[in-house]
């Protein structure tokens, strides 16, 4: 299966995706934060990413941004909180910096697992 690095400061997120994840097979990093993440993805090779957009330190946009300068063709999932169209403005700016999906919070297993493979499908 895939190696998928979380990046999200919220625990307990990176914790119930991981577990969603590993639960299909797939080997989970995870950073509480870009700064941390992007140096991951430096380290470690990774199949995908999956990034909050409001984090402390090194925000999901700049992240997103970061990360298709080292991989062009690396899928990323982008998350946030779901709601308001304020709050959903972060995930438009995503997709058009690169993002393959962009998904608000909250979110089912069924609907991370579909954007996961669907992710991992079109890379080959």
Do not use: C
């Amino acid at each position: 299966m895939a190696r998928i690095l979380i990046i999200d400061d919220d625990s307990l997120s990176r914790y119930t995706l991981a577990r969603i994840l590993e639960s299909e097979g797939h080997e989970v990093m995870e950073a509480e934060n870009g700064s941390v993440g992007m140096a991951a993805a430096r380290d470690e090779a990774v199949d995908l990413v999956i990034s909050d957009i409001i984090m402390p330190q090194m925000e999901g946009i700049e992240t997103i941004a970061a990360l298709r300068k080292l991989d062009p063709d690396l899928p990323i999932i982008a998350i946030s909180g779901g709601g308001s169209l304020a709050e959903k403005v972060p995930l438009q700016h995503a997709r058009v910096l690169g993002a393959t999906h962009a998904l608000p919070k909250p979110f089912g297993p069924k609907q991370i697992l579909v954007l996961v493979r669907d992710s991992l499908n079109s890379t080959g």
